[in-house]
């Protein structure tokens, strides 16, 4: 008895980390509607050279959280997301420019080198709530303020774009 007890949490766990480490199925249908579209991937691991993103295919590929203030929010708040080196990693991106546009066409330049697994975040939930377009949602890209001056610096607010509905991998020279 003991030994197949046993022998059944071995399964269970086997199985359990296969899953974890199973890559999103990109070909998967979207359950939601589409908050993020990266562009400029390469074609022959994504069709169009695309990818298209809903809160759940984000969360497959681990969330993460920042608490931390703004300049453009009053108090502290606990955002939650992906890592955008994290979202890089996944898409075997190569160390190339990004170009950050919003939904009001807002579009700034980003080296992808600069995004390290402490920030920045592509933020879909603010204090556990889904942001709206009103509250800078569906995805607000935040850098963990409160925890380095070297994340309170013109450059970094100018790439704290809110209203991310776009980001566009450039091609590399």
Do not use: C
Request: a negative charge; proline letters at 6%; charged letters at 25%.
């Amino acid at each position: 008895m003991f030994l197949s007890r046993f022998a059944l949490l071995a399964t269970f766990i086997a199985i359990s980390n296969a899953v974890e480490a199973q890559e999103v199925p990109w070909n998967a249908p979207l359950v939601g509607p589409v908050i993020l579209t990266v562009t400029g991937l390469d074609p022959e691991r994504f069709p169009d050279g695309r990818q298209e993103f809903d809160v759940a295919r984000l969360q497959s590929l681990g969330e993460d959280q920042i608490t931390t203030s703004s300049m453009w929010t009053k108090g502290v708040h606990l955002y939650t997301g992906v890592m955008l080196r994290t979202l890089a990693d996944h898409l075997i991106l190569d160390d190339r420019d990004l170009k950050l546009h919003a939904l009001n066409d807002y579009a700034i330049d980003m080296p992808l080198s600069e995004a390290t697994h402490e920030g920045p975040m592509l933020a879909y939930l603010l204090d556990g709530a889904q942001m709206s377009v009103r509250d800078k949602g569906p995805i607000w890209v935040i850098y963990p303020f409160d925890s380095d001056a070297k994340f309170r610096k013109d450059q970094i607010y100018a790439r704290s774009v809110w209203q991310l509905v776009r980001i566009e991998v450039l091609p590399s020279d």
